[in-house]
């Protein structure tokens, strides 16, 4: 069965730091884009940030640019999201994905993990 399990978000007041880890199993990933998304309450789910199989090539929205940083362990079935400088605006429910790309939604979903900034 195939799962990823997202873990470390929480609250954080404005400015503060938060590191998201994603676990994959199930299968290997290696051969797989992984990536963020988010949705807060009332909007549309938007892309936050994705990394290549190879750790080569990294994404990132418009809106976190700078402030966040995406990466993947060795084994690459764990993907990080180091979040910086964060804004009450980047509060929401963020997801892992894997296997996708421009033309594809992720074929793999994550639970969630919930990121709370406070002003």
């Known amino acids: 069965q195939v799962q990823l399990v997202e873990s470390g978000g929480g609250l954080v007041q404005a400015g503060g730091s938060l590191r998201l880890s994603c676990a994959a199993s199930g299968r290997t990933f290696t051969t797989y884009r992984m990536g963020w998304f988010r949705q807060a309450p009332g909007k549309e789910r938007e892309f936050v940030s994705a990394i290549s199989w190879n750790g080569a090539t990294t994404y990132y929205g418009n809106s976190v640019k700078g402030r966040f940083t995406i990466s993947r362990d060795g084994a690459g079935n764990t993907v990080y999201l180091q979040m910086n400088s964060l804004k009450p605006e980047d509060t929401a429910l963020y997801y892992c994905?894997?296997?996708?790309?421009?033309?594809?939604?992720?074929?793999?979903w994550g639970q969630g993990t919930q990121v709370t900034v406070s002003s």
């Open positions: 994905a894997a296997d996708f790309n421009d033309n594809r939604v992720p074929r793999y």
